[in-house]
T-cell receptor, first 114, second 112 residues
Framework: GENVEQHPSTLSVQEGDSAVIKCTYSDSASNYFPWYKQELGKGPQLIIDIRSNVGEKKDQRIAVTLNKTAKHFSLHITETQPEDSAVYFCAASHSGGGADGLTFGKGTHLIIQP | DAGVTQSPTHLIKTRGQQVTLRCSPKSGHDTVSWYQQALGQGPQFIFQYYEEEERQRGNFPDRFSGHQFPNYSSELNVNALLLGDSALYLC???????????FGPGTRLTVT
């Protein structure tokens, strides 16, 4: 089955700096890669996703890149703000036109230092 | 428009008991997936329901079962509870033929 590795487990950055979280996946058939943000006591919130036919996607301060050859994808957050502090999860799945079960990484605790 | 809702919020059960958790999907969504999230870990896929049938299943024993109703709401049942079943149980919904899954706030289950 699919295996998703996520690094680092904890990331501390100064407010206004950029943060990068990296994930690798094992199953070359995976073609859908979402990122979720989870705040304390809440469920994961979808913040951005990318499909295997796209190399990069951007939404305001958040961007995701995908390297299919290396089976590697990354989340980039620019101009970090205190409200960006949370646990971030990457995930992967096969998507044959429907919602398949997601395989998640173990999460990155992002801390924004004021 | 209400998002995904789950009940109850918290639950405490004793080892060996049975539990039922409930989920109402986001309006317009017909597919429901269940995940287990242990403390400090990422969610793990349990199973997915579509058209009232189990469409996919993760690596969980058959103590974990589910149901989907005609209004697309869903239940997760866990029999013969073990201490290791203590976790946050998350429900996610999505529309037909769309990959995006939207999560509810979860039910925190504690088994003593």
């Amino acid at each position: 089955g699919e295996n998703v590795e996520q690094h680092p487990s904890t990331l501390s950055v100064q407010e206004g700096d950029s943060a990068v979280i990296k994930c690798t996946y094992s199953d070359s058939a995976s073609n859908y890669f979402p990122w979720y943000k989870q705040e304390l006591g809440k469920g994961p919130q979808l913040i951005i996703d990318i499909r295997s036919n796209v190399g990069e996607k951007k939404d305001q301060r958040i961007a995701v890149t995908l390297n299919k050859t290396a089976k590697h994808f990354s989340l980039h957050i620019t101009e970090t703000q205190p409200e960006d502090s949370a646990v971030y999860f990457c995930a992967a799945s096969h998507s044959g036109g429907g919602a398949d079960g997601l395989t998640f990484g173990k999460g990155t605790h992002l801390i924004i230092q004021p | 428009d209400a998002g995904v809702t789950q009940s109850p919020t918290h639950l405490i059960k004793t080892r060996g008991q049975q539990v039922t958790l409930r989920c109402s999907p986001k309006s317009g969504h017909d597919t429901v997936s269940w995940y287990q999230q242990a403390l400090g870990q990422g969610p793990q896929f349990i199973f997915q329901y579509y058209e009232e049938e189990e469409r996919q299943r993760g690596n969980f024993p058959d103590r974990f079962s589910g149901h989907q109703f005609p209004n697309y709401s869903s239940e997760l049942n866990v029999n013969a509870l073990l201490l290791g079943d203590s976790a946050l149980y998350l429900c996610a919904s999505s529309p037909t033929a769309v990959s995006e899954q939207y999560f509810g706030p979860g039910t925190r289950l504690t088994v003593t």
